[in-house]
C-alpha cells in the first residue's frame, strides 16, 4: 500500500474535489473568478508558517477532513437577509437579474473564435442577436429573418467586416470582447443603443483607431463631452453623427475641437449655436 | 440579637472593603499596561463606566425619546405647529458612542472607505465596521458633511493607468477601471443620485529616454500581456500623433489606449461613504491616538517568543469635543495615509522588540500641482505625458487650462508642516522643462495651485498590504506613493478577501505584505511618477 505524506494526499483530495464540485452543481462560493499567477515566485511571507505545519508538530489524520478555511460567507448572508417581498423589490430584483443574464450572454467564447475565426465570429455574435452585418466586397445587409441567418459555418478568410449596424439589439460593453481584431471594420452605427456611455467611445477609439470612418452614436444620451474628447485617437474618422445627444455647450465645443485636430471629420447632428462662444 | 445585627454590620463592612479592593485590583491589571513609546503614555485611558450609572443614563435617555414622540404625536394631532426642542440628535448610529466594534478602520480616506464598503457588502448583518476619521468637515460652523481639509484622496488628480512595470499594481489598476465602468451597479443608494466619477479617457503618454526605453519596452510587453491595451511609438511616430510636441531626447514612448484617464477623485470618496453609511457602517469623527494592550501569555506565534505577546485591543480616540474614549476591536486595519507611520509607532510597530522594532516606512511628502492656461496650447490630442524627468502635464476642461507638476528630488524636498505652495517650484523646475517639450509652454500663465500629502513609503515606493506578522488582528492598506486612488478598490476588496476568506482571493497582494521589510526583499516600481 502506497503511504502519500499528508500533503500530497490533501492534494489528491482537493483535486478530486475540484472535478466533481461541478457535477453537484453546489452554489459557487466564489463570486470573483481569475486565478492569479504571480510572475515571480518570490513570496516573502514563506518564513512563517501556521504553527501546525511545522516539522515536528503532530496532527492526527482527521486533519485531512478539515476544511482549509471557515463556513462560506454566502450562505451565512442568505440566511440573515429578510427577503423583500415588496412589489418594487421584486421588481427591480427582475431587473437586476434580467440585466446580469444579457452581460453574460456577451461573454467570450474562446471555442467560437477558434472555428471561425474574428471576423466571422464576430459576425455570427451580432446576427444572432439582431444586428446587421456586412462584409468587404459585398453589398447586402446580413440580418436575422426570424431565428435564420446566411453565414458560413467555418472559418473562410474571405470573409472580412467591413460594416456594423446594431438595429435594436442591446449591446453591454462586454460585448466588444466578441468584436475584436476586425481590422477591416469602416463603417459602425450605434444608433439607438441606450447603453452606450464614455467607456464604450474609450473602447471603441482603442479597438478600431486605425480603421473606423464613419461612426455614429445618435440617441445615446449617456456620452458626454469627456467621451467625444476621446476619439482624437481615430485618425481616420470622417464622419460622426451625434445627432440628439450635442445639447450642451461643453459638447458643442468638444466637437469644434476635434474637428480642428482632424481636419478631415464632419460631424453631424451637432448645431453651433452661438459661434462668438469658443474661447479656445 | 444585638450582636448578631452588629456582627452583620462589621461583616458587611468588612465585605464591601474586600470587594473593593479585589476589584479594583482587578480592574488594574485586567486590560491596559504603560505603554513604553512617548505617544500613547500622554494619555490616560478613559475609566470604564460604572454600570449602574450607565443603566440609568440609557434609562434616562429612552424616557426622553419616548416623551418626545408623545409630544410631537400630540402636536401633529392637534395640528398645532411649533419648535419643538428635541433631544439633539446624536452623530452616533444608536445614540451612543460606538464602544465596540468588529472591525475598526483607522482613516477614512479612498482606502479606509473601500475597505468599510467591500467588508460590509460582503456581510453586512454579520460584522459591525467603525471607521475613525480625523478631519471630515472643513469649516466647524457651517454643518456641512464630510468635506476633507488635508486628506490626499480629494487633493489628488485622479489618474488611473496601466503603465507600471510591477503585475500587482497593473491587475489592481485594471480592476480599478472595471470598478469605476461599473460604479453606478456597485455604489448606487437608494433615495441619492447614482455616482459619478466623470471619467475623462484620454490615456497616458510615458516618454523615455535612451536609458529607460529598454525598460519601458518590457513595462509595455507585460502590460499587453496581462490585458492593458497600449501601443509603442517611435519618435516619428510621436511627432505624427501628437504634433505639438518636441521628441528631442526621446527614444520611446508608450500610449495607453484603454482604461486610462483620469477622474474625480472625490467624487468616487463620497460615493463609497455614502454607500457604506447606508450599508450600516459607523463613521466616527476622531483621532486616534493611542492602543491599549493585553497581555496574552498563552498564545504562540512564529517569531515571538512564548509567553511574551501582547495583543491590541482597544484603540484610544479623541473625539471633536475633546473627550477621550476607546473602542474596543476584533480586527483593525490601518489606513491612516500619510500619518499611517504616526498610528503604527502607537501600536508599537517601530518601538517594540523583535520583529515590533521594523517600524512602518509611510511618511508624508508635500507635491505641488499647478493649473496654468496656455492660448495655444496642446488641442484634444493631449493625452497625461510624462516627461522622462518626471515632470507631467494634462489637460483640464476644453478652455486651455492644463494641471501640471513634478516629483521634486530628494534634496529638494518641500518641507510638511502645512499645505502651503511654493510658486518659485514651478518656475524653477517644471516650467523650463514643459517648455522645452512642448514649445507652445513657452507662455502659460499660473492660475492657480494646490498641493497634498503622497503617502510615501521610503521603503520601496509601493503600497504595504497585509496583516502585520506580529499581530494576529492587525492589518495595514497603506504607503501607496501616490497611486493609491485608483489602486483604492482593488485594495478595498483584497483587504476584505484577507479578512473574511482568509486568503488573496482574486489579486494576489502576498509580494506586497509587511514581510518584505522584515526579509529585506524590496518590490521595486519602475514607472513611479
Given at each position: 500500500?502506497?503511504?502519500?505524506?499528508?500533503?500530497?494526499?490533501?492534494?489528491?483530495?482537493?483535486?478530486?474535489?475540484?472535478?466533481?464540485?461541478?457535477?453537484?452543481?453546489?452554489?459557487?462560493?466564489?463570486?470573483?473568478?481569475?486565478?492569479?499567477?504571480?510572475?515571480?515566485?518570490?513570496?516573502?511571507?514563506?518564513?512563517?508558517?501556521?504553527?501546525?505545519?511545522?516539522?515536528?508538530?503532530?496532527?492526527?489524520?482527521?486533519?485531512?477532513?478539515?476544511?482549509?478555511?471557515?463556513?462560506?460567507?454566502?450562505?451565512?448572508?442568505?440566511?440573515?437577509?429578510?427577503?423583500?417581498?415588496?412589489?418594487?423589490?421584486?421588481?427591480?430584483?427582475?431587473?437586476?437579474?434580467?440585466?446580469?443574464?444579457?452581460?453574460?450572454?456577451?461573454?467570450?467564447?474562446?471555442?467560437?473564435?477558434?472555428?471561425?475565426?474574428?471576423?466571422?465570429?464576430?459576425?455570427?455574435?451580432?446576427?444572432?442577436?439582431?444586428?446587421?452585418?456586412?462584409?468587404?466586397?459585398?453589398?447586402?445587409?446580413?440580418?436575422?429573418?426570424?431565428?435564420?441567418?446566411?453565414?458560413?459555418?467555418?472559418?473562410?478568410?474571405?470573409?472580412?467586416?467591413?460594416?456594423?449596424?446594431?438595429?435594436?439589439?442591446?449591446?453591454?460593453?462586454?460585448?466588444?470582447?466578441?468584436?475584436?481584431?476586425?481590422?477591416?471594420?469602416?463603417?459602425?452605427?450605434?444608433?439607438?443603443?441606450?447603453?452606450?456611455?464614455?467607456?464604450?467611445?474609450?473602447?471603441?477609439?482603442?479597438?478600431?483607431?486605425?480603421?473606423?470612418?464613419?461612426?455614429?452614436?445618435?440617441?445615446?444620451?449617456?456620452?458626454?463631452?469627456?467621451?467625444?474628447?476621446?476619439?482624437?485617437?481615430?485618425?481616420?474618422?470622417?464622419?460622426?453623427?451625434?445627432?440628439?445627444?450635442?445639447?450642451?455647450?461643453?459638447?458643442?465645443?468638444?466637437?469644434?475641437?476635434?474637428?480642428?485636430?482632424?481636419?478631415?471629420?464632419?460631424?453631424?447632428?451637432?448645431?453651433?449655436?452661438?459661434?462668438?462662444?469658443?474661447?479656445? | 440579637?444585638?450582636?448578631?445585627?452588629?456582627?452583620?454590620?462589621?461583616?458587611?463592612?468588612?465585605?464591601?472593603?474586600?470587594?473593593?479592593?479585589?476589584?479594583?485590583?482587578?480592574?488594574?491589571?485586567?486590560?491596559?499596561?504603560?505603554?513604553?513609546?512617548?505617544?500613547?503614555?500622554?494619555?490616560?485611558?478613559?475609566?470604564?463606566?460604572?454600570?449602574?450609572?450607565?443603566?440609568?443614563?440609557?434609562?434616562?435617555?429612552?424616557?426622553?425619546?419616548?416623551?418626545?414622540?408623545?409630544?410631537?404625536?400630540?402636536?401633529?394631532?392637534?395640528?398645532?405647529?411649533?419648535?419643538?426642542?428635541?433631544?439633539?440628535?446624536?452623530?452616533?448610529?444608536?445614540?451612543?458612542?460606538?464602544?465596540?466594534?468588529?472591525?475598526?478602520?483607522?482613516?477614512?480616506?479612498?482606502?479606509?472607505?473601500?475597505?468599510?464598503?467591500?467588508?460590509?457588502?460582503?456581510?453586512?448583518?454579520?460584522?459591525?465596521?467603525?471607521?475613525?476619521?480625523?478631519?471630515?468637515?472643513?469649516?466647524?460652523?457651517?454643518?456641512?458633511?464630510?468635506?476633507?481639509?488635508?486628506?490626499?484622496?480629494?487633493?489628488?488628480?485622479?489618474?488611473?493607468?496601466?503603465?507600471?512595470?510591477?503585475?500587482?499594481?497593473?491587475?489592481?489598476?485594471?480592476?480599478?477601471?472595471?470598478?469605476?465602468?461599473?460604479?453606478?451597479?456597485?455604489?448606487?443608494?437608494?433615495?441619492?443620485?447614482?455616482?459619478?466619477?466623470?471619467?475623462?479617457?484620454?490615456?497616458?503618454?510615458?516618454?523615455?529616454?535612451?536609458?529607460?526605453?529598454?525598460?519601458l519596452e518590457e513595462n509595455a510587453n507585460l502590460q499587453k500581456k496581462l490585458g492593458a491595451k497600449n501601443e509603442l511609438l517611435t519618435p516619428v511616430k510621436l511627432k505624427q500623433k501628437f504634433p505639438w510636441i518636441n521628441t528631442d531626447g526621446i527614444a520611446l514612448g508608450c500610449h495607453g489606449l484603454e482604461n486610462e484617464g483620469w477622474f474625480d477623485p472625490w467624487s468616487l470618496l463620497y460615493a463609497f461613504k455614502t454607500k457604506a453609511l447606508s450599508l450600516g457602517v459607523e463613521y466616527v469623527d476622531g483621532e486616534a491616538v493611542g492602543f491599549e494592550f493585553k497581555k496574552m501569555p498563552d498564545m504562540?506565534?512564529?517569531?515571538?517568543?512564548?509567553?511574551?505577546?501582547?495583543?491590541?485591543?482597544?484603540?484610544?480616540?479623541?473625539?471633536?469635543?475633546?473627550?477621550?474614549?476607546?473602542?474596543?476591536?476584533?480586527?483593525?486595519?490601518?489606513?491612516?495615509?500619510?500619518?499611517?507611520?504616526?498610528?503604527?509607532?502607537?501600536?508599537?510597530?517601530?518601538?517594540?522588540?523583535?520583529?515590533?522594532?521594523?517600524?512602518?516606512?509611510?511618511?508624508?511628502?508635500?507635491?505641488?500641482?499647478?493649473?496654468?492656461?496656455?492660448?495655444?496650447?496642446?488641442?484634444?490630442?493631449?493625452?497625461?505625458?510624462?516627461?522622462?524627468?518626471?515632470?507631467?502635464?494634462?489637460?483640464?476642461?476644453?478652455?486651455?487650462?492644463?494641471?501640471?507638476?513634478?516629483?521634486?528630488?530628494?534634496?529638494?524636498?518641500?518641507?510638511?508642516?502645512?499645505?502651503?505652495?511654493?510658486?518659485?517650484?514651478?518656475?524653477?523646475?517644471?516650467?523650463?522643462?514643459?517648455?522645452?517639450?512642448?514649445?507652445?509652454?513657452?507662455?502659460?500663465?499660473?492660475?492657480?495651485?494646490?498641493?497634498?500629502?503622497?503617502?510615501?513609503?521610503?521603503?520601496?515606493?509601493?503600497?504595504?498590504?497585509?496583516?502585520?506578522?506580529?499581530?494576529?488582528?492587525?492589518?495595514?492598506?497603506?504607503?501607496?506613493?501616490?497611486?493609491?486612488?485608483?489602486?483604492?478598490?482593488?485594495?478595498?476588496?483584497?483587504?476584505?478577501?484577507?479578512?473574511?476568506?482568509?486568503?488573496?482571493?482574486?489579486?494576489?497582494?502576498?509580494?506586497?505584505?509587511?514581510?518584505?521589510?522584515?526579509?529585506?526583499?524590496?518590490?521595486?516600481?519602475?514607472?513611479?511618477?
Amino acid at each position: 500500500m502506497q503511504f502519500y505524506s499528508e500533503k500530497t494526499m490533501r492534494y489528491l483530495i482537493q483535486c478530486g474535489h475540484k472535478q466533481f464540485l461541478p457535477y453537484l452543481k453546489v452554489l459557487c462560493t466564489n463570486r470573483y473568478c481569475t486565478e492569479v499567477k504571480p510572475e515571480t515566485k518570490s513570496n516573502p511571507t514563506l518564513w512563517r508558517k501556521p504553527w501546525a505545519h511545522k516539522e515536528g508538530e503532530w496532527f492526527s489524520m482527521f486533519r485531512l477532513f478539515a476544511p482549509e478555511k471557515g463556513g462560506s460567507l454566502e450562505v451565512i448572508r442568505i440566511l440573515q437577509n429578510n427577503i423583500n417581498f415588496s412589489p418594487q423589490a421584486i421588481q427591480k430584483w427582475i431587473k437586476k437579474t434580467k440585466r446580469e443574464a444579457s452581460i453574460l450572454d456577451m461573454k467570450y467564447i474562446p471555442e467560437r473564435h477558434d472555428i471561425l475565426g474574428s471576423n466571422l465570429a464576430a459576425a455570427h455574435f451580432l446576427v444572432h442577436r439582431g444586428a446587421a452585418i456586412r462584409f468587404v466586397g459585398s453589398t447586402e445587409w446580413i440580418k436575422r429573418q426570424g431565428d435564420e441567418y446566411d453565414l458560413p459555418n467555418k472559418y473562410n478568410p474571405d470573409y472580412l467586416v467591413e460594416a456594423i449596424d446594431i438595429l435594436d439589439m442591446k449591446l453591454y460593453y462586454e460585448g466588444f470582447q466578441n468584436m475584436t481584431n476586425l481590422s477591416s471594420l469602416q463603417w459602425l452605427s450605434l444608433q439607438n443603443c441606450v447603453e452606450v456611455d464614455d467607456w464604450f467611445l474609450d473602447k471603441i477609439s482603442c479597438e478600431y483607431q486605425s480603421s473606423l470612418e464613419y461612426l455614429d452614436i445618435g440617441n445615446c444620451v449617456q456620452v458626454s463631452h469627456r467621451g467625444i474628447s476621446a476619439l482624437y485617437r481615430m485618425s481616420k474618422l470622417r464622419t460622426l453623427k451625434v445627432h440628439n445627444i450635442a445639447n450642451s455647450q461643453m459638447f458643442q465645443l468638444a466637437c469644434l475641437m476635434l474637428e480642428d485636430i482632424h481636419p478631415q471629420l464632419n460631424i453631424e447632428g451637432v448645431t453651433y449655436l452661438d459661434s462668438e462662444n469658443q474661447s479656445v | 440579637m444585638f450582636i448578631s445585627t452588629m456582627f452583620k454590620a462589621v461583616n458587611t463592612f468588612k465585605c464591601r472593603k474586600f470587594i473593593k479592593v479585589k476589584f479594583v485590583n482587578l480592574y488594574k491589571n485586567a486590560c491596559f499596561c504603560t505603554n513604553k513609546s512617548e505617544v500613547s503614555s500622554s494619555y490616560e485611558p478613559p475609566k470604564p463606566e460604572n454600570p449602574f450609572k450607565r443603566t440609568f443614563r440609557i434609562l434616562g435617555n429612552d424616557m426622553k425619546t419616548a416623551k418626545n414622540k408623545v409630544q410631537s404625536f400630540i402636536t401633529k394631532v392637534q395640528g398645532v405647529r411649533e419648535v419643538t426642542n428635541k433631544v439633539p440628535k446624536s452623530p452616533y448610529r444608536d445614540g451612543v458612542f460606538p464602544e465596540h466594534c468588529d472591525i475598526a478602520i483607522i482613516g477614512g480616506g479612498a482606502m479606509g472607505s473601500s475597505i468599510a464598503y467591500w467588508l460590509k457588502q460582503r456581510a453586512p448583518n454579520a460584522i459591525t465596521v467603525t471607521v475613525i476619521e480625523k478631519d471630515p468637515s472643513v469649516n466647524q460652523n457651517i454643518v456641512s458633511w464630510g468635506q476633507y481639509v488635508d486628506a490626499s484622496t480629494v487633493l489628488s488628480v485622479g489618474g488611473l493607468r496601466q503603465q507600471f512595470s510591477l503585475e500587482e499594481n497593473i491587475r489592481m489598476s485594471l480592476f480599478g477601471a472595471e470598478f469605476l465602468r461599473n460604479i453606478k451597479q456597485h455604489l448606487s443608494v437608494e433615495g441619492h443620485d447614482p455616482p459619478d466619477v466623470q471619467f475623462t479617457p484620454f490615456g497616458y503618454l510615458c516618454l523615455a529616454s535612451e536609458e529607460g526605453a529598454q525598460q519601458l519596452e518590457e513595462n509595455a510587453n507585460l502590460q499587453k500581456k496581462l490585458g492593458a491595451k497600449n501601443e509603442l511609438l517611435t519618435p516619428v511616430k510621436l511627432k505624427q500623433k501628437f504634433p505639438w510636441i518636441n521628441t528631442d531626447g526621446i527614444a520611446l514612448g508608450c500610449h495607453g489606449l484603454e482604461n486610462e484617464g483620469w477622474f474625480d477623485p472625490w467624487s468616487l470618496l463620497y460615493a463609497f461613504k455614502t454607500k457604506a453609511l447606508s450599508l450600516g457602517v459607523e463613521y466616527v469623527d476622531g483621532e486616534a491616538v493611542g492602543f491599549e494592550f493585553k497581555k496574552m501569555p498563552d498564545m504562540l506565534t512564529e517569531g515571538v517568543e512564548p509567553g511574551s505577546y501582547e495583543a491590541v485591543e482597544k484603540v484610544l480616540v479623541k473625539t471633536e469635543s475633546g473627550e477621550l474614549r476607546s473602542i474596543k476591536f476584533g480586527f483593525v486595519i490601518i489606513a491612516a495615509g500619510p500619518h499611517s507611520a504616526r498610528v503604527a509607532k502607537m501600536a508599537r510597530i517601530g518601538t517594540g522588540e523583535g520583529m515590533l522594532s521594523i517600524p512602518l516606512p509611510v511618511e508624508p511628502r508635500k507635491r505641488y500641482v499647478f493649473c496654468i492656461n496656455c492660448k495655444n496650447g496642446p488641442g484634444l490630442n493631449t493625452p497625461l505625458t510624462i516627461d522622462p524627468s518626471g515632470a507631467y502635464f494634462r489637460r483640464e476642461g476644453l478652455a486651455g487650462n492644463y494641471i501640471c507638476g513634478r516629483s521634486p528630488l530628494p534634496e529638494e524636498e518641500p518641507s510638511v508642516d502645512n499645505l502651503d505652495v511654493d510658486y518659485d517650484f514651478f518656475d524653477k523646475n517644471v516650467w523650463p522643462i514643459l517648455a522645452k517639450r512642448v514649445p507652445a509652454f513657452e507662455s502659460v500663465k499660473v492660475k492657480s495651485a494646490w498641493s497634498g500629502y503622497y503617502e510615501y513609503n521610503t521603503y520601496d515606493e509601493n503600497g504595504i498590504v497585509g496583516p502585520h506578522p506580529y499581530y494576529t488582528n492587525l492589518y495595514i492598506a497603506t504607503g501607496f506613493s501616490g497611486h493609491g486612488i485608483q489602486h483604492s478598490p482593488a485594495v478595498g476588496r483584497s483587504v476584505m478577501e484577507m479578512i473574511l476568506d482568509g486568503d488573496f482571493e482574486t489579486i494576489d497582494l502576498k509580494r506586497m505584505s509587511f514581510d518584505r521589510l522584515i526579509t529585506d526583499t524590496p518590490l521595486i516600481e519602475q514607472n513611479i511618477f
